[in-house]
């Protein structure tokens, strides 16, 4: 029963340029969640989805940042005009229909130059 | 929205040596988890505890819910241990976890 999976591992953009961070949900999960952790930093929570619909993004910044869960394929993370402070490791969680644990995948780790 | 605190912030063991950590909470929470954060910065369920008492291994966690607070023993460290230890919380069935801000754990020799 493979984990969540995220790619890539590592992602290298120089500002301005568009990254894209992908997670694939453990199977039988339906809600995916994305956080971010900034250097030297906990946690924080970004966005929370299910398949086709975005459940509560209040964590998401205003500008630049977007997601989806579409009804086939992987989750992404999309953000746009990458700045130097979007530096930061950008974990995908998954929790099966119960809700209860959340898992989380390996990560991304985002640099911006 | 609700405040979670962990302690120590640091902490130095010396292998084979027992610990606790600690996790309050300001509100009545839904879900708790405790993780593990390796050197290599994956993410490690140890436990998902929102009441009670679980073992695993080495590892025992216990949440008194009515007081706000959870707490994880470490028993015989290793260095394998190392790295940062985090609750976290979800309140008010919004789904979202707020981490706290960790136990940075070192395991020597």
């Known amino acids: 029963n493979a984990g969540v999976m995220q790619n890539p591992r590592h992602l290298v953009r120089r500002r301005g340029q568009e990254a894209r961070l992908r997670c694939s949900p453990m199977?039988?999960?339906?809600?995916v969640y994305w956080y971010r952790q900034l250097p030297e930093e906990g946690l924080k929570f970004m966005v929370y989805?299910?398949?086709?619909?975005?459940?509560?993004e209040s964590g998401m910044p205003k500008e630049r940042f977007s997601a989806e869960f579409p009804k086939e394929g992987p989750s992404i993370l999309r953000i746009q005009q990458v700045v130097r402070g979007d530096s930061a490791a950008y974990f995908c969680?998954?929790?099966?229909?119960?809700?209860?644990?959340?898992?989380f995948g390996p990560g991304t780790r985002l640099t911006v130059l | 929205g609700i405040q979670v605190e962990q302690s120590p912030p640091d902490l130095i063991l010396q292998e084979g040596a027992n610990s606790t950590l600690r996790c309050n909470f300001s509100?009545?929470?839904?879900?708790l988890q405790w993780f593990h954060q390796n050197p290599w910065g994956q993410l490690i369920n140890l436990f998902y505890?929102?009441?009670g008492t679980k073992q695993n291994g080495r590892l025992s966690a216990t949440t008194v819910a009515t007081e706000r607070y959870s707490l994880l023993y470490i028993s015989s460290s290793q260095t394998t241990d190392s790295g940062v230890y985090f609750c976290?919380?979800?309140?008010?069935?919004?789904?979202?976890?707020?981490f706290g801000t960790g136990t940075q754990l070192k395991v020597e020799l």
């Open positions: 969680a998954s929790s099966p229909p119960t809700r209860d644990t959340q898992y």
């Open positions: 199977k039988g999960h339906s809600h």
């Open positions: 989805l299910q398949k086709e619909n975005i459940i509560d």
């Open positions: 509100d009545s929470v839904n879900n």
């Open positions: 505890i929102p009441s």
């Open positions: 976290a919380v979800e309140a008010g069935g919004g789904n979202k976890l707020t």
